[in-house]
């Protein structure tokens, strides 16, 4: 098997001059190797850990429809330079699972911020830089707005996410509402059978659509895709998105939560948004969401057609971005 790989090696480097070539050479993916499980408030999260144990925590939180693999070359380039990595599968995905059957299934946004809290806290981090990118970006924003003491600094990727029902509610231009087709599909009960029935098909073509110009492998999607096997994956993404439009109902818990967010609190930890030159999902004109960062902040634009998955699509420039601003 080495003796194998060290001829495949070869043969790439041979044919690197092609890019033709090279483009049709299968990826050679990086593995977590074995998840660790931990009970932490209403869940046992899966997660992956790199890093000395004592290194300067770093939490990397991925959204939908991806998992922890959005962070797969992220996370040993920060483990590298002495960070404690942690990659949790959020609540619905991968090896993650609820501790009771009578739980809600709740995909509400603070939801999740709570669900990091708990980890944090089962694994007795006081304070973790935080990097997020879709659900996670939006994740990590909470928890830098309500519990900034948790959050010593953050990698927001399309930058400021804290929403609200009452302007979910909100109609936009017929182009912008376009973009969100998916959201009115589930919030219909064919569209919950459509997903059920069709869950890799369908995270295929949002791959596909948010970063147009990735070009990702079966491989590299199937190892994703397998993390949509959740059995509540489906209740948590249905729920998420009609918790949005303001279609179902959240939980009594969150309602300080929810009405903290609603006034659209600054965030005042040190921060670096990024967004990819070629995002195909819908996301926010960053000239609207700079002023919501009140602490050092700056915004950097990553080009060569990187599209929304931008850990994952470019994950030397994520890897800097949590660098910088854990050392600021």
């Known amino acids: 098997m080495t003796l194998a790989a060290i001829e495949l090696s070869v043969d790439v480097q041979a044919n690197a001059a092609s890019s033709e070539a090279a483009k049709a050479m299968p990826a050679l993916l990086k593995s977590f190797g074995p998840l660790r499980q931990v009970d932490a408030g209403q869940l046992n ?14 939490i990397l939180l991925h959204g939908w429809p991806y998992d922890i693999h959005t962070y797969a070359d992220v996370a040993p380039l920060l483990a590298a330079k002495g960070h404690r990595v942690i990659v949790p599968y959020q609540r619905g995905y991968g090896t993650t699972h609820f501790l009771s059957d009578k739980t809600e299934r709740n995909g509400q946004q603070s939801a999740f911020a709570v669900d990091l809290i708990a980890l944090m806290d089962a694994l007795k981090i006081e304070s973790a830089t935080i990097g997020g990118c ?13 519990w900034p003491e948790r959050c ?3 990698v927001s990727v399309s930058g400021y996410l804290i929403g609200n029902q009452q302007l979910g ?25 459509g997903y059920e029935k069709n869950r890799r098909e369908f995270a295929r073509l949002i791959w596909q659509t948010a970063s147009p110009q990735w070009s990702f492998d079966d491989a590299t999607f199937e190892r994703s895709a ?32 929810e009405q903290r967010l609603a006034q659209a609190p600054l965030i005042d930890v040190p921060t670096i948004t990024l967004e990819g030159d070629a995002n195909g ?17 700056s915004h950097r634009v990553v080009e060569g057609g990187i599209g929304h998955n931008l850990p994952q699509e470019a994950p030397e420039a994520f890897a800097q971005a949590v660098i910088d601003v854990a050392s600021s």
């Open 45 to 58: 999260v899966g997660y992956a850990e790199l890093g000395p144990a004592d290194g300067a925590p770093v």
């Open 134 to 146: 879709d659900w996670g970006a939006r994740t990590a924003n909470i928890v830098a707005a309500l």
């Open 152 to 154: 010593k600094a953050m």
């Open 169 to 193: 509610r909100q109609p936009l231009p017929p182009k912008a509402e376009l973009q969100w087709w998916y959201q009115y599909y589930f919030a219909t009960e064919r569209g919950r059978a």
């Open 226 to 257: 397998t993390a949509f096997d959740n059995p509540d994956h489906v209740d948590i993404v249905m729920h998420n998105y009609r918790w949005r439009l303001g279609l179902a109902k959240g939980e009594p818990q969150y309602d300080e939560f």
């Open 281 to 297: 999902a819908p996301h926010p004109d960053a000239n609207a969401y700079a002023k919501m960062f009140w602490n050092k902040y």
